[in-house]
């Protein structure tokens, strides 16, 4: 497939943030997007980066009513050569075909998408920020488009990318965080679609997520829906624990979103001869464990914060300290070393960075 250039005329050029300081998490976009459109019988066509500009959809597209969607959520982060680097971008293209086969979706020819997004990347490249701390945040997006209120899987799709510059995840440095695990509400549910990054998961989650924050409380720690003991994950983030120095988290079990950053701990865990395991961790195991002193450290990991420390955790009205509350030494080490990877300050042993 051909790929169409349409650059942004001058007069409508604008230009990045001089600093990133004080610039909300996904408000500001770059001057041009990726898009290309599908339809039954044609496959992928009209493949095209153009000027950043607003989508027209009818008001009756299945998208809108029925949620046949996908998105992904990558970055991209200046190198100290001045280059650009991606972190295992092929994976969210694997990821993302895989929630294609759940939502019935049309998948993506992973190296045309990659090929077309360092183009959009090289359009671009000023819109990667210098600043510490900074990247561009990447955002993949497949939806239906088929005007219809028949409830039905679409014939028309449209794919694109657009592309947000981000500041620092921790403004005020790497703080813990405040986690509340419901017993109300649950995320997923065995046979559903909880691994695949689609849209109605979000949208699942923001009762719980808006009651806990009225609480105090940053983000949800969810149990499985089934018995309701089980840890799952928090709402953008899996979960970690460091339990008699062995780096646990849930197993892959179908209801549980398989990150990538979750899957680089894993495997630089590994690689610096770590205990780990993925298997079941009981919400009790786990608080008799910070009674005991035996879970040291309760730590998320996700591509918008890469690691996330939790300080506390609450459930049924108690609340439980993780260790003395601050961010702990294996938190710190995997965020240090996955950023400085990520970043290009380290040597990459495990090929992960992908130049632009
Ligand atoms: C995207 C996401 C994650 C983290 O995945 P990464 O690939 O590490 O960014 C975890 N849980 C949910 C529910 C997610 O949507």
Not at 134 to 159: D, N
Request: charged share 20%.
């Amino acid at each position: 497939m051909e790929l169409t250039l349409n650059r942004i005329s001058p007069e409508n050029q604008k230009n990045p943030p001089a600093s990133m300081e004080g610039v909300v998490f996904g408000t500001v976009f770059s001057n041009h997007m990726f898009s290309m459109v599908w339809d039954d019988g044609i496959g992928w066509h009209d493949a095209e980066i153009k000027p950043y500009q607003p989508l027209v959809l009818d008001p009756s597209t299945i998208v809108l009513h029925y949620g046949q969607s996908s998105f992904e959520g990558l970055k991209a982060y200046r190198n100290p050569s001045g280059g650009i680097n991606l972190f295992r971008p092929r994976e969210n293209f694997l990821r993302m075909n895989r929630t294609a086969q759940r939502m019935c979706l049309p998948e993506l020819d992973i190296d045309f998408v990659l090929g077309a997004l360092k183009q959009l990347l090289q359009e671009d490249s000023d819109w990667v920020p210098k600043e510490e701390g900074t990247s561009l945040y990447i955002r993949p997006t497949k939806l239906a488009t088929q005007e219809a209120l028949g409830l039905k899987v679409s014939s028309k799709y449209l794919f694109y990318i657009i592309l947000s510059p981000v500041g620092p995840y921790y403004p005020e440095g790497f703080n813990p965080v405040k986690i509340v695990v419901s017993d109300q509400y649950v995320r997923a549910t065995p046979g559903g679609v909880g691994e695949a990054k689609t849209a109605g998961n979000y949208a699942a989650c923001n009762l719980a997520e808006k009651q806990a924050q009225a609480q105090g409380f940053t983000q949800v720690l969810w149990l499985d829906a089934v018995e309701r003991k089980y840890i799952e994950e928090v709402g953008s983030m899996n979960i970690f624990f460091v339990i008699d120095d062995e780096i646990v988290t849930p197993q892959l079990n179908g209801t549980i979103l398989p990150g990538i950053t979750r899957k680089s701990v894993l495997e630089l865990a590994r690689h610096w001869d770590l205990k780990t395991s993925e298997r079941r961790i009981s919400i009790d195991e786990v608080l008799e464990g910070l009674e005991s002193g035996r879970v040291s450290e309760v730590f998320g990991a996700g591509t918008a914060a890469v690691i996330s420390p939790v300080g506390l955790l609450h459930y049924r009205g108690q609340s439980s300290q993780v260790g003395d509350g601050q961010t702990g030494p294996v938190a710190k080490r995997f965020f240090e070393h996955l950023t400085a990877i990520q970043y290009g300050r380290e040597n990459d042993p495990f090929g992960w960075v992908e130049t632009v």
